[in-house]
């Protein structure tokens, strides 16, 4: 019935969508998603609620119903992640596996080197680089456009004596302000690279060509982009969050942080702060921008997507 939905509101909006009478839980969420779109957050509860009742099994719906509640209630400028719940999110679940095999991987390729120049693009905390980091790598250079994240990583960088530079900068404003001789070994960016915006990739990934010999890019290989609320990208959202929810106890998680970033997949008003692509469209952005060796090496089975490191030459 999605598509029956899909095609209604696309010749007559959310009014003719909500014109037709669900008959499944799924179906119940997707005018959920059309109503939370529209404002309607009441209607947008009562279609959470009559998922939850159909299908108390699916992990989303209750969440999804709990949440919109509080939307309906409150506001929406009254519901938002929470740094807590952010923390609790990236160090639990199945962000442990995730994060030990991106060092893991990140780490075998310093070991190639015996001195190496790194650069690290949207460091965050080091959450990923710390455990990474090796003897080999003689001079760092990390960027991480949060003061607080920066703060943090810096403070652990020079509890471990470790030489480096920290740059308060998005990738854009850090390229422009390097002296034309700037280079490293190795770039790389950890699940940073999809919050540049598809207009400046072509530029920045040119530039990084142009500054390092080699480009380690970690994504996940996201088949389904977009803010549209489709069919296929509805059902690729619906089980994947299913999986994602059953791996947090409690709502911390679930209401702090995860449901938040569920419903702003499909708010139109809310400004774009990541746009991921499939690896084979990173892929082929990485050759346009000069890269002549792109190779990839699964790193995690996670549950939003796979994880994956394309490393480019």
């Given amino acids: 019935m999605l598509e029956q939905l899909y095609q209604a509101q696309q010749t007559g909006g959310y009014a003719a969508a909500a014109t037709l009478r669900p008959n ?11 109503a939370f779109a529209e404002r309607d957050f009441a209607s947008a509860h009562e279609h959470a609620r009559q998922a939850a009742s159909r299908d108390r099994e699916h992990a989303l719906y209750g969440s999804a119903a709990s949440y919109l509640e509080r939307v309906r209630d409150s506001g929406p400028a009254a519901v938002y992640t929470s740094p807590e719940a952010f923390a609790a999110f990236i160090r639990g679940g199945g962000n442990v596996g995730l994060y030990r095999a991106t060092s893991a991987a990140l780490g075998a390729i310093y070991d190639e080197y015996a001195s190496l120049r ?14 990474a980091l090796r003897p080999s790598v003689a001079q760092l250079s990390v960027l ?19 030489a480096h530079a920290c740059h308060q900068q998005t990738l ?31 530029a920045m990934l040119s530039w990084l060509r142009e500054r390092c010999d080699r480009l380690l890019l970690v994504e996940f290989d996201m088949p389904l982009g977009g803010i549209e609320i489709t069919p296929e990208r509805v059902r690729y959202v619906l089980e994947r969050y299913d ?10 998680v679930a209401q702090g942080f995860l449901m938040p970033v569920f419903f702003g997949y499909f708010d139109p008003t809310q400004r774009r702060t990541n746009w991921e692509l499939s690896a084979a469209a990173w892929t082929s952005l990485l050759r346009a921008a000069g890269f002549g060796s792109v190779s990839q090496q699964s790193l995690f089975d996670y549950w939003w997507a796979p994880a994956v490191l394309l490393d480019a030459r």
């Fill in 243 to 252: 999986r994602g929810l059953r791996e947090y106890r409690g709502d911390l």
């Fill in 24 to 34: 499944s839980a799924a179906a119940h969420v997707y005018l959920a998603l059309l």
């Fill in 144 to 162: 991480e456009p949060s003061a607080a994240m920066l703060q943090t990583l810096r403070a652990q960088l020079e509890e471990r004596s470790i």
């Fill in 172 to 202: 854009q404003a850090f390229a422009a302000s390097q002296p034309a001789d700037a280079r490293w070994d190795v770039a790389q960016a950890s699940y940073s690279l999809q919050s540049v915006t598809p207009e400046d990739r072509p």
């Fill in 118 to 131: 790194l650069l690290d693009i949207g460091a965050g905390d080091g959450h990923a680089l710390l455990p």
